[in-house]
T-cell receptor, first 113, second 115 residues
Framework: ELKVEQNPLFLSMQEGKNYTIYCNYS?????LYWYRQDPGKSLESLFV?????AVKQEGRLMASLDTKARLSTLHITAAVHDLSATYFC?????????????FGKGTKLTVNP | GAGVSQSPSNKVTEKGKDVELRCDPI?????LYWYRQSLGQGLEFLIY????????KSGLPSDRFSAERTGGSVSTLTIQRTQQEDSAVYLC?????????????FGPGTRLTVL
């Protein structure tokens, strides 16, 4: 059974600082997704990582995937308050395609002024 | 529509009653998914539809849960004889296909409260 672990689960940081969220998963997969969720809202897709070594950047967020280590990272650069949200990684364990994503428990990020 | 829509946005029901939750996927998306988000369990896969293929029901927690997708578009998730542990946010998502290269777009969810 695929397990997806994120850490930390809670992260409080100051504006302007850098930090990394980690997502480890237990079985082979080359498809990993990062989502953002604001309180009371649904999930917003941030990144789709589809191969080993994939790196994607959008604004202050950069995501990478190492399929050999079964690890993805979400790096936050010079955090701003607007980045406060819960971030989920999700892994697709299937061989054939995107079916049942397995989600981590989420990292609740709070960026303080 | 522009995105995945779900209705109702909130549903409060009494234990033992049946409820129906509706999902309208993005037009042209052939794959549709239901997930459940609860405090204790996080985000859990429930069921997946792809085109006219038989759905993958492997995530449904009990036989009280069922779902159908009519005409390859709208889907309804039905929970019979609701229990308090069914209280959660039920999220629907759709993707262009199940090729594994297409991200899933999520709807706003239905918050179900079972009293």
């Amino acid at each position: 059974e695929l397990k997806v672990e994120q850490n930390p689960l809670f992260l409080s940081m100051q504006e302007g600082k850098n930090y990394t969220i980690y997502c480890n998963y237990s079985t082979t997969s080359d498809r990993l997704y990062w989502y953002r969720q604001d309180p009371g809202k649904s999930l917003e897709s941030l990144f789709v990582l589809l191969s080993n070594g994939a790196v994607k950047q959008e604004g202050r967020l950069m995501a990478s995937l190492d399929t050999k280590a079964r690890l993805s990272t979400l790096h936050i650069t010079a955090a701003v308050h607007d980045l406060s949200a819960t971030y989920f990684c999700a892994v697709d364990p299937t061989q054939g395609g995107s079916e049942k994503l397995v989600f981590g428990k989420g990292t609740k990020l709070t960026v303080n002024p | 529509g522009a995105g995945v829509s779900q209705s109702p946005s909130n549903k409060v029901t009494e234990k033992g009653k049946d409820v129906e939750l509706r999902c309208d996927p993005i037009s042209g998306h052939t794959a549709l998914y239901w997930y459940r988000q609860s405090l204790g369990q996080g985000l859990e896969f429930l069921i997946y539809f792809q085109g006219n293929s038989a759905p993958d029901k492997s995530g449904l927690p009990s036989d009280r849960f069922s779902a159908e997708r009519t005409g390859g578009s709208v889907s309804t998730l039905t929970i019979q004889r609701t229990q308090q542990e069914d209280s959660a946010v039920y999220l629907c998502a759709s993707s262009l296909s199940s090729s594994g290269r297409d991200e899933q777009f999520f709807g706003p969810g239905t918050r179900l409260t079972v009293l």
